[in-house]
């Protein structure tokens, strides 16, 4: 039986005594003659409440956290949309060529890192079918943020009012919010029986206010939107611009181009396509591309070639800079490395394989009694969206239950609280690196769980078992006289000096 | 391609075809209309996929095109070289924290929940406000989130800022409010290179959304004024952000003490290398009031309880987030910098408190030795006459550009130039006396054979 660490291990408070002197590092002296004279008015009054242990100490307690948590080294994790692929271990060979140099030396003495910076830019625009890409973002919705300032800032040198941002309401959470933030009025479009855009409804929507329309394709689903053509017509018609959402690109790296498909700008989540570690939410990495008059937009700098020698130059109409300097540059060279080591061959085959472990899920599961699936005869690209509703009202036993049962037994969970459009939703990626006999291990194991929930609803309502800590308490993690963002909360409120968060 | 190491399933497709029940992989993308399939290989890459050795050598052709400098460059802007102990970099390399993701089932991600609790403790103690998010970006996007977040407190569109402000951070801040249309008006500086206080009140006004105060500013100077400004602030209802270098604040009064409503930072100095701009690793902090928290963007953790009462952490107050509010979210954010939050969390912890307070004050030395050394060789003088943290400002009797020229052909980096003769320099634990005292010496020469 599969079983994970639990080590009761104490907070890093709680292990230092705060009566002795202990070191960690030592820290370097240097005999110089210099007084410290701060100002008396911005001398810090209060002791700093940090601990004090040996280096054994911390490390000792931060491996056994490590090990009472699950990243894809462990097994495998089929989280939908977030595309947890194998990271592979060269990557981190990469360390040498950026990690020592300063954002703000010349161009001329980091030549290698710019080097590798525009062949990444070529690529990328080339995998995304766009004429140029800024590597400036540091994750997937500063990109989407990226996006929309530029479409905002292009309809305003044209001197058009436009305040209405579509929005596809099989999109990720992050598209509205990122209209939103940019200041746009967000119109949702509803999707079709099919589960996808429905074009009547896009029809009515569309007029001179809107800005654009935020797509990803294929979409949540894991359905490519055959009608993309159109789409791209009906937008383009009213003068609205095109924008992938590129969390899903995996699904037809190789196969098809947003480009081609008429979009007008792209972002790409390096960390999820290229296979860069996800760190335990990051950092991630991005880019942001864009074709014809749009890219003028992009975020600066953009590296070019001249002479010999790569520069850094700034699109004429830019939208300016989402990062202070160049982004997540260190993780945009692990994502260097990946295509380095598939090559032309191997990331063309990315959409193929993925596409083909997804719909090889698909065809052992949706027969299985207590799940069902929209539109099962459509082919699914890089993930599908199951809903285990027959089973709520079979048995009871939740979208959750299950996920919480794949724990136990050593699987990480699909995503289960997105897209709102499938209730009771497991959206499953598989990704092309998992191995087919992974694959058939985790059918193996999910049809058993349905099983088991047939027969006994109420041991599946019971796990996690075999996890560091059993069920959660949300509801007091949650609620204002008990929740607890930090151990300084916690001690004030022992003192009574902090209560209710009103 | 037969076989690859990273796509295990090539030799399995005719088996995996079968079993779904189509004739080949074409058919699972008939969806796919015919005009818009691309018919050849991406161009990407080299001819070939390259094996683990070659993209090592590949690697090591980039590596040697950047220039080998003689000792880490004095240069800063809010970005400064830091010794990172390897204890800090095998925790974080650890598979289990780095093959991971965001902790949205908590129970098999206790280990990353709970560091990222004590990221967030530490933290807060450092800052002394109660609650600190999982991370952001960079100071520069924690700045504009701050900002945005003012908005959508108090509806109003004009933030003030101070003239001093990191510039790279500046551009971030118009980048991301220029959707919302915020205005943002400067402070200027006195000849002392401090927010001119008499302005300020000019400035902040019944329209003032949000009110700025880096400390120190970008010439590394300890502001004196804030009490005064945050009193302007708060008379004019005004929400305060505090833009800090957590480094230095184991010397000076954290925000939390000037009761700061929003405090932002990077983590880059606390064991982060400089990774040519990123990762960094963005500070966002709140005073316990309900109003900020829920407007607070980003992730938190928190504490609580198992169905056994064992205590546990999870991701709390989520129905903030773009998950369930869309477009409503108080931010866009959910990929984070949660491992280089860890390595704060390990970093900090590795220092302990008389180790923080011991590493601020060896670069307090250091960085005022070298201005001294400047000053007492007479070939830079002091631009501004206050007391600063880890970088300063010094003029030099001849243009920086030739200085700074000389000094890079003889494998040093030197500070960043800011105006012909001006050039802000960093120093931190990571220069020695021998490389302080090299990297003068040859400005000396420079200056006196030009």
Known sequence: ?502 | MDYHPWLPNLDYENEMIREIGVNSIDDLFKDIPEEIKLKRLLNVGYSKPLSEYEIYLRLLELENKNTKLRMPPFLGGGVCPHYVPEAVKFVISRSEFYTSYTPYQPEISQGLLQALFEYQSLMADLLEMEVVNSSMYEWGSALAEAVLMAYRINGKKKVVIPASINPYHKKVLETWTYGKEIKIKEIPYTNEGKINLEVAEKEIDEETSAVYIQQPNFFGIFETDIEEIVDLAKKKGAITIMGVNPLSLSLIKPPGEYDIDIAVGDGQELGLPLNFGGPYMGIFATKWDGKLVRQMPGRLVGLTTDSEGKRGYTLILQTREQFTRREKATSNITTNEALMAIANAVYISLLGKSGLRKLAEEIYKRSHYALLEFEKKGIGKRKFNSDFFEEFTVSFPISYGKIHENLKARGIYGGLKISDNDAIFCVTEVHTKRMIDEMIEEVKKIVETS
């Not at chain 1, 749009?294 to 070019?304: C, H, N, Q, R």
């Not at chain 1, 899920?361 to 199951?386: C, M, N, Q, W």
């Not at chain 1, 204002?480 to 009574?496: A, F, I, M, Q």
Request: hydrophobic share 35%; proline share 6%.
């Open chain 1, 1 to 502: 039986m599969w079983r994970q660490a639990n080590w009761d291990e104490p907070l890093i408070y709680e292990l230092s005594s705060n009566k002795k002197r202990k070191q960690g590092i030592i820290i370097p002296e240097e005999n110089i003659d210099v007084k410290i004279d701060i100002p008396e008015k911005i001398k810090r009054k209060n002791d700093l409440e940090i601990p004090e242990l040996s280096e054994l100490e911390v490390v000792r307690h931060f491996i056994r956290l490590s090990q009472q948590n699950f990243g894809v080294d462990l097994g495998m994790m089929p989280l939908g949309s977030c595309t947890m692929k194998y990271n592979p271990k060269v990557e981190e060979l990469t360390s040498r060529v950026v990690e020592n140099y300063h954002p703000l030396q010349d161009e001329d003495t980091v030549q290698g890192i710019l080097e590798m910076m525009y062949e990444m830019q070529k690529w990328l625009a080339e995998m995304t079918g766009m004429d140029e890409c800024s590597l400036q973002i540091p994750a997937g919705a500063a990109g989407e943020l990226a996006g929309v300032l530029m479409i905002k800032k292009y309809h305003k040198t044209k001197n058009r009012e436009r305040d209405e941002m579509l929005v596809a309401d099989t999109a990720h959470g992050t598209n509205p919010a990122s209209a939103a933030m940019s200041g746009y009025k967000v119109i949702y479009i509803k999707s079709n029986q099919e589960g996808l855009v429905d074009i009547d409804i896009l029809k009515e929507v569309v007029n001179s206010k809107t800005a654009g329309l935020m797509l990803t394709n294929p979409n949540t689903l894991g359905l490519f939107e055959e009608n993309i053509l159109e789409i791209s017509k009906i937008i383009h018609s009213v003068d609205g611009v095109l924008y992938y959402d590129g969390a899903n690109l995996n699904g037809i790296l190789g196969i098809a181009r947003p480009g081609d498909m008429g979009f007008d700008i792209v972002h790409i989540n390096l960390h999820k396509t290229f296979a860069v570690p996800h760190g335990g939410g990051g950092p991630g990495a991005g880019a942001i591309c864009a074709k014809g008059e749009l890219k003028e937009y992009l975020p600066y700098p953009i590296v070019d070639k001249e002479g010999g020698k790569y520069v850094l130059r700034t699109p004429v109409k830019t939208i300016g800079k989402i990062a202070s300097f160049y982004g997540n540059i260190g993780n945009v060279i692990r994502a260097y490395v990946y295509i380095l080591g598939l090559g032309p061959q191997g990331v063309s085959q990315v959409g193929k394989m993925s596409t083909l472990a997804t719909n090889y899920l698909i065809s052992k599961l949706k027969d299985v009694k207590g799940l069902e699936l929209l539109a099962p005869h459509r082919p699914r690209k890089h993930e599908v969206v199951f809903s285990a509703k027959p089973l709520l009202n079979d048995k009871g036993v939740t979208a959750l239950d299950i996920a919480k049962a794949l724990l136990d037994r050593g699987f990480y969970a699909p995503t289960i609280y997105f897209p709102g459009i499938i209730e009771e939703a497991l959206m499953i990626e598989p990704t092309e690196t998992e191995p087919k006999e992974t694959l058939d291990k985790f059918i193996e194991t999910l049809k058993e769980i349905l099983e088991e929930s047939y027969k006994d609803p109420e041991k599946i309502r019971q796990t996690p078992q075999n996890t560091s800590v059993k069920r959660l308490d949300q509801v007091k993690a949650n609620h204002p006289t008990s929740v607890t963002p930090s151990y300084r909360v916690l001690r004030l409120r022992e003192k009574g000096v902090i209560k209710i968060l009103k």
